[in-house]
């Protein structure tokens, strides 16, 4: 109701009370009885409010004068809408025992949530972060919206700068932290890598003793979270000390893994629809994560195999031509690409072509685009650089890009990606359309 929402967030409620069904923050998608949360960033999401109750949203949130119907007036917007996560995680205390899971890294924390929801959801009732919704707005709206019976919760934590995990943990109150990575991303705000290590570590850090940190233990920034944590630690990877070790990992002609772990539930195997033998570890976490959970880690395993991953993320696609095109445009840093790259040249092709855009947001940028461009080379793939000349190769725009795409066919194989900033799903349009 509009008046907890009051209660929740020290507001005053204006107009009539009214029955609220979920949270949203984007007056395009809002659906009827949801309450509307105008944040202010790039654009005042105020000036949407008309929009969001055109939509049918119940109420909305405001520090401004009320527009009519029913208002919550707040101090704060983004500030309101933590207190209402923080009281949405408390309401569903009862039922989630054990069962909240917080997933970080630098690259592959959005896949590794995708495989838990999956590995989880034929067992329990589970509700997940949509897409990449990872900070203090998108956190909060996917407890919010959790239904009334869910029995699982699996949380995607970001980090742009230190303290912002913290924040998340505080609200979601987490028993299960993965940790999959710590790698060069985000650099250029915590001050280097190790900054990257400090704050994907305030996951584990926020874990009580009665938790558990899952960790990623063939990175070694990872695996030395464990003296961090109060919580129990369990570690998965190929390292022949990992907890849940993977023990072989077989790629078809798409590079789609086939793989087989050991774990201390008995030995699994999976098999994955999606590219690349870096999907495979974020699956294991998945397992990892089933295990401590005490479900049946066989059907937990059986259902990766049709896990739907979030868009942009290296999927694949067939276009008229027969051409194969790799979307994986969400985002992109030296780890990702490295990644992408090998799965790229391990898929059976007659050509290989990575379509490549900008890596933002680099501590060492001039370095680490050319340590990509080598590694293509030595790949053997053909690194086509677009709206950049990061790479130290010739940069060409997408119109470009995508008349080279034209000439792919049958037999070729093309990779897109880059970091937003890049807006490469604008050529993958192109090259499939």
């Given at each position: 109701m509009a008046a907890d929402v009051a209660k929740a967030t020290n507001g005053v409620l204006v107009g009539q009370n009214a029955h609220l069904s979920g949270v949203s923050f984007d007056s395009r998608s809002i659906r009827p009885g949801q309450l509307f949360v105008p944040i202010v960033a790039d654009r005042d999401g105020h000036e949407f409010i008309a929009a969001a109750l055109k939509a049918g949203a119940g109420a909305y949130l405001t520090c401004r004068e009320p527009e009519g119907r029913t208002a919550v007036v707040v101090n704060d917007t983004l500030q309101a809408l933590l207190q209402l996560g923080s009281w949405g995680r408390a309401k569903l205390d009862a039922q989630l025992v054990g069962r909240v899971v917080g997933v970080t890294g630098s690259v592959g924390k959005t896949s590794t949530k995708d495989f838990i929801a999956a590995a989880l959801g034929n067992q329990l009732r589970v509700c997940a972060s949509d897409k990449s919704f990872n900070n203090d707005q998108g956190l909060p709206i996917t407890v919010l919206n959790a239904s009334d019976d869910v029995q699982a919760l699996v949380l995607e934590m970001g980090m742009r700068g230190f303290g912002e995990i913290s924040r998340l943990c505080s609200i979601a109150r987490p028993h299960i932290g993965v940790v999959t990575a710590v790698a060069e991303a985000h650099t250029e705000r915590v001050g280097g890598i190790e900054g990257v290590a400090r704050a994907k570590a305030e996951l584990v850090q926020a874990l009580d003793a009665s938790g558990t940190a899952i960790l990623n233990a063939d990175d070694e920034r990872v695996v030395a979270m464990r003296e961090s944590t109060k919580a129990s630690v369990l570690t998965y990877g190929t390292n022949l000390n990992a907890d849940v070790r993977m023990q072989s990992?077989?790629?078809?002609?798409?590079?789609?893994?086939?793989?087989?772990?050991?774990?201390?539930?008995?030995?699994?195997?999976?098999?994955?629809?999606?590219?690349?033998?870096?999907?495979?570890?974020?699956?294991?976490?998945?397992?990892?994560?089933?295990?401590?959970?005490?479900?049946?880690?066989?059907?937990?395993?059986?259902?990766?195999?049709?896990?739907?991953?979030?868009?942009?993320?290296?999927?694949?696609?067939?276009?008229?031509?027969?051409?194969?095109?790799?979307?994986?445009?969400?985002?992109?840093?030296?780890?990702?690409?490295?990644?992408?790259?090998?799965?790229?040249?391990?898929?059976?092709?007659?050509?290989?072509?990575?379509?490549?855009?900008?890596?933002?947001?680099?501590?060492?940028?001039?370095?680490?685009?050319?340590?990509?461009?080598?590694?293509?080379?030595?790949?053997?793939?053909?690194?086509?650089?677009?709206?950049?000349?990061?790479?130290?190769?010739?940069?060409?725009?997408?119109?470009?890009?995508?008349?080279?795409?034209?000439?792919?066919?049958?037999?070729?194989?093309?990779l897109v990606k880059g970091s937003r900033i890049a807006q490469l799903e604008r050529l993958v349009e192109q090259l499939t359309s």
């Open positions: 990992c077989e790629l078809d002609d798409l590079a789609r893994p086939t793989a087989t772990a050991t774990t201390p539930w008995g030995t699994v195997s999976f098999s994955l629809g999606v590219p690349g033998a870096h999907m495979a570890m974020n699956a294991l976490a998945a397992v990892a994560v089933a295990g401590v959970m005490e479900l049946d880690v066989q059907l937990a395993a059986a259902s990766l195999r049709e896990a739907k991953l979030s868009p942009m993320r290296m999927n694949v696609i067939r276009n008229g031509s027969g051409a194969v095109v790799v979307d994986d445009t969400y985002n992109a840093n030296p780890s990702s690409m490295s990644a992408a790259l090998q799965s790229l040249q391990s898929m059976n092709a007659k050509r290989r072509v990575a379509f490549v855009g900008l890596m933002a947001e680099l501590a060492n940028p001039d370095r680490e685009h050319r340590e990509i461009a080598a590694l293509a080379q030595r790949l053997g793939i053909e690194l086509v650089a677009v709206n950049t000349d990061a790479y130290g190769v010739p940069s060409i725009d997408i119109a470009q890009a995508a008349e080279i795409g034209r000439g792919l066919g049958e037999g070729d194989v093309a």
